[in-house]
């Protein structure tokens, strides 16, 4: 009775702190959003979309509906006969995002920094925002719909901030074919595992961004004498880790940035094995440069297409 | 033993201080001891395992921690060592030291600085390891004190911790006598005199006793530290004070105040004396005579001792006065009686009392009226006087029944003439005549004639008897208005008119408050007491102690009597200032009346050195040594606790731990006392919040599901009220009916649920007074129509004890129908339930029914809220709960405003539309 209710209650709480903690993500979402938004990311071509593109003269092939009456009278003063409202050219595609929400990613060495949790929603919302706004589609990984409103992005934001059991490494069997995705996480797992969800992947598309994110505390172990290291989270729920004494912190620096390096490079070339994008990010650092290279990546990849 | 780094600095116990070589010793161990592992979080571990680090030691202790360590062993051993920083060599080669101390009455103020000098020297005695006579001049008790011998310094010590100032004046001859045989009489001593400043009886004999033991010092306190005597005079004015002082401070005068409790404590008044010498000027406290008589105490401010207190006893307190009446207070008609006028008249400055003639002499009354009496029971009439004979003060007042029956009258001053005289009527030629004055030799003398009151009827004097020295007011036509006369001990006033206003003008006029306040304060002449048995023995009710606070008297306080009292007694052991007295009559015993008068310790001669208190002062380092190094250890632990944290270096964690150790650091009472402060400051906010706007309020019936239903019910009326009504609830407040005061609130909702604790007596009390002062309770049984008799018996239970009028259901034309909306029912979850209110309509309440008692459960329909429906009734029957919510509201804040607005019409027609 007693254990159940608590339980509640601590449901409660992380519901509510989530709800909360939401309107603070996405405002900083849109706050990078905005500040890469410069005037229209459109296709710069006619094609199939909402908005106007240009008037062109009448063609046999045209769709009597499509011709456009009002221009085509002002335009018969000119000498011209019929004009048809050309729509620009919009192209939508599904991209999917997941984020890490494994006990290690609410991990952050100082309370100034972001938890790299945090900084992986706000990168993955800034895109989402900036996805929705060009026309694309975006859905969290695993969740059944997708779209691109305001509704959409906030479903996307609820589902990444809510699920607390994401694992370490995304569910590959929940992607659709062709779609995008974009992953964000610590990447901390064993390579073979993280080469096995890649190898999943990879046969499900082609479109993948890689965000690797690392606290600075785990790039540079700044510790010194004597200490008695612990995974986060309950005992027992993280692998079974067991607790490392160190009597010299400093003696071992060197090393273990060695094997923290030698790891991000095996992730990365992994990723850019398959052909997808990586970026690495430590929370440390603005999020916003890097959003704004991977949106950079994006366009150019949109354009290529 | 002095040491030449530090001069003034003494070890009492230097060998301790060889402890200090083994401080290299203990630095070396702490220094291999490493300190526990922080625990640090980092997910990353999994890439740690294996890595091993060059060096093989453990990590070293941190240096800071390192020094801690050994500052707080330094500071032990020197703190067991005894460092005495400043010691005084006051007591040179001497074999001993006689320590004499003025403990009378006059020590209290400076009792703190003798105890202190007194302290010091007992520890240089001990340093010096010689023994210590301790001689303090005022009598320890009234029980003859052994006689003083030589202490050890730790004993005398003790004993001087039970030394306290005594309450009486300090007699030296005796303790000079003594000095002459104690050890120390022959030479070798040294003598420290911590005096009072004072000169007391016997003080040069015992400085010459003292001079053949050796050297003297003569201690003696600033002239701010003298002790004061206040003493009281009764004047025309009211009480005059009188501060005496023993030096003539010239232009400097010492500025003191001067209190006047009441019984209980409370400060009536306040006043500033400039104290210039030994006749101060009178200071009089400028208060209401109502205020007065409540005093039971002066006390000088600021300054303690028994010399400082006047305690007020009998002759100066309120009179009691008895009048002989059927009641009180008559509900009909007070206007016609005597007793309305007298007791207005007196009510400020007498206690007052009410009943038959014997029962009022029983009461120890000092004064009896007779209002209009003509006979009375034999019983009565024995009685009386029995008591006027005794010493009482009897004033009687003619009257319609006084003039029916002169013939056979007794207790008059004068006799009477049958029948009265009317000067004013259809059949008199005679006009009401003015009085002409007040007799000169009378105790009414002085009094301003009034010029506007006229006396239509009177009953004559007989003129046939002398009425020489017997007429203290008369009137223009030289009739006599006020006679008197003594009998026995007391003395029989009369007036010859009525004491109420129908056969003269002077029950109205200001003259008869004074007239009824001159005899009142002549009714307790103490000659009356005084000389009735001189034998009588006055037992000490409460005493002073030297401080000037009250306290029990012990078998040792003996019995004064009056006469010994009158005559001025001396303040002596056996007879310690306070209040003596027996059942009926109180005296007090002041110090300041007794004491003789107040003079400088004179010049003591040549072998005695005076000096003043506080030249030199030894300081023992140790207990602050101890703190100190205690304080470190705390650091230390708290280190050690959060030396994570502390690495980590966050403010919060720094501020959290500085303030574990302000809680060890500091003394618990001063945290108890904010915390007692904050709880009392929260409590009063509460009240500030509640008192300054508008607040529904529910009673907290301790189930939290009910408890939640009612706020949120009526928060959702609130609402509703802020944006229907002018009312506009600032929120809504949960009311705990047995702690919480409820006055804020117009009206409280009452859920009645079965479970419910019933209120304590202290509860019901409170719930009372709510009511009786304008509260309205809506008791709701929330069952709907019909009968619950659980629910039912839960309302008996809380509302049994309460005094609530008869209750009626709710009739059509109620106010409560129509204070806001018209309504014809009060629907809530239910629809059905019958509403009861208080039969007919109170005075005084405004026509609000105190309680309401209903059952339609309305906190639910108010919470389920007027349109989201979800009521059996749907969206309108939740709009009529809310409109049924405004209207109990617009009830409890406008009473029957309503009601009196059937009456516009009218009004409009009257003021000719």
Known sequence: MMSSLTLLDRLMGRAERTASGLPGLVMRAEKIAASLMHGEHSKRRA?????????????????????????????????????????????????????????????SSNPAVPTKHETGLVICLALALLMTRAGEQVGALGARRSGRSSLALQNLAESLLGKADFGSLPETAALPVHAGLVMAGDFLSPLPDIEACFAALEGRTHQVTVVHILDVAETDLPFEGRGLFRTPGLPGNDGGAVPVRIDHIGDIRAAYQKRIEEHRAAVEAMARSCGWSYVFHRTDRDPQALVASLWEQAQAAGGRR | MMNALFPGLVFSTPLVLWALAVLPAVWFLLRVMPPRPRVIVLPTVRFLEGLIPERVSPSHTPWWILLLRLLMLTLLILALAGPVLNPGSKLGQAQGLRLVIDNGWSAAPLWEIQIREAENAIAEAERLNIPVLLLPTAALSAEPAESPRLLPAAEARAALKGLLPRPWESDMTALAEQVKILPGAEGGYKTLWLGDGLSHKGIQLLADALAQGGDITFFHPQPEALALTLRIKSSLKGPEIQVQSAVDSGAMARKVSVQALASDGRVLGFQDVDVDGPSAAPVFFDMPEAVRGQVVQYRLTALPGAGGVFLMDGSFQRRAVGIVAAQEKSENAPLVEAGYYLRRALEPYADLAFGSAAALTRKDRSLIILPDIGSMPLEDLNALEDWVHGGGLLLRFAGPSVAGNVANMSLVPVPLRAGGRALEGSLTWETPLHIKEFSPASPLAGLEVPKDVLIRQQVLADPAESLEGKVWASLEDGTPLITASPYGKGLLVMIHTTASADWSDLPLSGVFVDILRRLAALSAAPSRHADTKSDIALDPLTVLDGFGAFRKPDASVKPIGVADMAKGIAVDPAHPPGIYGRPGLQMALNLGERAPVLRPAPDLGAHVLATLYGQTFEWALTPMLLALAGALALLDWGVMIGLGMILRWQPGNILALLAVLGFFAFSSPVARAAEGAEVAASASANDLRYAGALYLAYVQTGDAALDGLSRAGLENLAQELTSRTSAEPAGVAAVDIEHDPLAFFPWLYWPVSEGQKPPGPGGLQKIQDYLDHGGTILFDLRYGAGQNTEADKALQKITGALNIPPLMPLPAEHVLTRTFYLLDSFPGLYTTGVLWVEKGSVSGRDGVSSVIIGSNDWASAWAAGAHQGGLPGGSRQGEMAIRAGINFTMYALTGNYKTDQVHVPYILERLGR
């Open chain 1, 47 to 107: 094609g199939m979309g909402e908005k106007f593109w240009q008037f062109r003269p009448y063609d046999v092939s045209d769709r009597p509906q499509d011709i456009d009456w009002k221009q085509s009278a002002k335009g018969h003063a000119e000498g011209r006969n019929v004009f048809v409202r050309e729509k620009e050219w919009q192209s939508a595609q599904k991209v999917m995002f997941w984020c890490s929400a494994s006990a290690g990613m609410e991990y």
